[in-house]
Structures are given as structure tokens and as C-alpha cells.
């Protein structure tokens, strides 16, 4: 494998120890073999059996991860439009934390509309009561 030589020690750490999915692996495989690339140009290099919809949600865990970045913009090889290009750093992966869903984040605000209707002066509970039946009916 022809991974850059700038990469080459982060990339046989994360391969080793199995620091990412298979899926963000596969993105982030071919972003140090044949990087920077745009998100088109990946799946030119993605086996057949690799959903190509994959591409843009990897990219964008990887972004958070720390591990890949945008390095500017070009006009794409395969689509002919200006787009992010992306190349892979140094950097270990750092853990995701969990998205709430909708719900999970409805009742984080609900919860911390309840603590302030607890601490705060009685004239603003009121507002606050409105505030939470509107939220309520999210």
C-alpha cells in the first residue's frame, strides 16, 4: 500500500488496533492512499459492494473524529463542479459522542426548563410554563 509517508505511522496505529467501523475505515483508507480527493472522486476508488451514499456521513464523522479535513476547494474529476477536498492528518480518533434524537433532546430542554422554574423568581415562572407546554408539543 502507498500510504504518504506523513501519515503512514497514524494510519498503521489506527489500522492495528481497530480504532474505527469498517465503513469509516474504508473512507478513511482511501483518503491516505490516493488523497486529497473530493467526496465524488472516493467512490472511483470504493469497492462495488460500498454504498456510495456512505461517503458524505463518513466524511463528515471522520471531520469530527479529528483524523480528516477540508483542505480547500477544486473542481471535481468526476462531477465537473467546484467541491471540499479532503486529505487525512496525523491526529488519533477521538470517540463520538452519541446524537440525542429528537425526543432525548426535548426532554434535556424540559429538564432544564424545570430546574430554572425552581431557582428562578416567581414572576418569570409563568414564561416559563408557557415555554415548556409550547416545547412539549414539539
Same mark, same amino acid.
Not at 467526496?39 to 476508488?45: D, K, V
Not at 483542505?71 to 492528518?89: E, F, M, P, Q
Given at each position: 500500500?502507498?500510504?504518504?509517508?506523513? #501519515?503512514?505511522?497514524?494510519?498503521?496505529?489506527?489500522?492495528?488496533?481497530? $480504532?474505527?467501523?469498517?465503513?469509516?475505515?474504508?473512507?478513511? *483508507? /482511501?483518503?491516505? &492512499?490516493?488523497?486529497?480527493?473530493?467526496?465524488? *472522486?472516493?467512490?472511483?476508488?470504493?469497492?462495488?459492494?460500498?454504498?456510495?451514499?456512505?461517503?458524505?456521513?463518513?466524511?463528515?464523522? $471522520?471531520?469530527?473524529?479529528?483524523?480528516?479535513? #477540508?483542505?480547500?476547494?477544486?473542481?471535481?474529476?468526476?462531477?465537473?463542479?467546484?467541491?471540499?477536498?479532503?486529505?487525512?492528518?496525523?491526529?488519533?480518533?477521538? &470517540?463520538?459522542?452519541?446524537?440525542? #434524537? &429528537?425526543?432525548?433532546?426535548?426532554?434535556?430542554? $424540559?429538564?432544564? /426548563?424545570?430546574? $430554572?422554574?425552581?431557582?428562578?423568581?416567581?414572576?418569570? &415562572?409563568?414564561?416559563?410554563?408557557? /415555554?415548556?407546554?409550547?416545547? *412539549?408539543?414539539?
Amino acid at each position: 500500500m502507498d500510504v504518504r509517508h506523513t #501519515t503512514k505511522d497514524a494510519y498503521e496505529i489506527i489500522k492495528q488496533n481497530g $480504532l474505527l467501523s469498517n465503513t469509516r475505515f474504508i473512507v478513511y *483508507e /482511501i483518503l491516505c &492512499k490516493y488523497g486529497p480527493l473530493t467526496a465524488n *472522486e472516493m467512490r472511483m476508488y470504493a469497492s462495488k459492494d460500498v454504498n456510495s451514499g456512505v461517503f458524505s456521513t463518513r466524511l463528515s464523522e $471522520l471531520e469530527r473524529m479529528g483524523i480528516i479535513n #477540508t483542505i480547500g476547494k477544486r473542481i471535481c474529476k468526476t462531477s465537473g463542479y467546484n467541491a471540499l477536498l479532503w486529505d487525512v492528518n496525523n491526529n488519533m480518533p477521538i &470517540k463520538l459522542e452519541k446524537e440525542l #434524537t &429528537k425526543n432525548e433532546k426535548k426532554k434535556k430542554i $424540559l429538564n432544564l /426548563i424545570k430546574e $430554572l422554574g425552581i431557582i428562578i423568581d416567581i414572576k418569570w &415562572k409563568e414564561p416559563l410554563r408557557n /415555554i415548556y407546554k409550547e416545547i *412539549e408539543k414539539l
